[in-house]
């Protein structure tokens, strides 16, 4: 099917996105990469007058490393996560984790911000975004404000963005120690039937400090509290490792 009719708009600068979100109020919505959005118009599933494309607001876009913090501007492709040098000497979980999503024509256009703020269970970057204790950056009528990747999501396709607010920035730290990001699927390119990210830092023998989530095993990603306090403090041994995951489970 083809979409409805609808107003195109492509304003150049995050206060032009919200005084037209302000203006059009539910009959807007704004599009990132638009491979969320763009099947449901399709399908008449929902009725948008008013096209808000973010292409144009160039300080969505961008990677910046400021010390040991990292900040990923809204309108990043899936595909500059993956070709920076840079964000992969800091962050490498991000790179082996953008690999998973999809395939190149997707990551080409799909966006971080799309796929965090949509609110989709099954989503790759939200559950990492928790497993990297990140920073979301809002913007709305009211003015800036941050909330964290772990309390953003309330149920599948609800979150704590308000309608009028459009999603800016990812920040995180520098994440130390290990990494691994693994994601299951019926074939390449699929969502996720389950996926986990894992950060692990060992020194002494001891793990110092672990983080843990879980995508597409809820409606929201699963951060895995219960399972990190076992595994911080232990030498990861195999029974300790195996009630970690039972923990997650």
């Known amino acids: 099917m083809i979409p409805g009719a609808f107003e195109y708009h492509r304003p150049e600068s995050v206060d032009a996105v919200v005084s037209l979100l302000v203006e059009k109020g539910d009959d807007a919505r704004v599009i990132a990469g638009g491979h969320s959005l763009i099947p449901v118009m399709k399908q008449r599933i929902t009725d948008i007058s008013h096209l808000v494309d973010l292409a144009g607001v160039a300080s969505l876009k961008g990677i910046s490393i400021d010390g040991g913090r990292i900040t990923i501007g809204a309108m990043t492709t899936q595909n500059e996560l993956i070709t920076s040098d840079e964000l992969a000497a800091k962050a490498p979980i991000i790179r082996e984790a953008s690999l998973q999503i999809a395939d190149p024509q997707v990551r080409n256009l799909g966006t971080i911000g799309g796929n965090v703020a949509n609110g989709d269970p099954a989503n790759d970057m939200p559950g990492l975004m928790q497993t990297l204790d990140a920073t979301y950056h809002l913007a709305g009528p009211d003015g800036e404000r941050a909330v964290a990747a772990r309390d953003f999501y309330e149920a599948a396709y609800f979150t704590a963005r308000e309608d009028e607010e459009i999603l800016t920035a990812v920040s995180f730290d520098v994440p130390t120690g290990g990494y691994a990001y693994e994601k299951q699927k019926r074939k390449i390119g699929d969502y996720a039937t389950a996926a986990a990210g ?52």
Not at 206 to 216: D, E, G, K, R
Not at 234 to 241: M, R, Y
């Open 198 to 249: 894992v950060l692990l830092t060992v020194e002494g023998g001891s793990c110092t400090s672990a983080s843990v989530a879980l995508t597409n095993l809820s409606d929201t990603p699963v951060y895995c509290e219960d399972a990190v306090g076992i595994l911080v403090g232990s030498s990861l041994d195999d029974d300790t490792v195996a009630a970690a995951v039972k923990a997650a489970v």
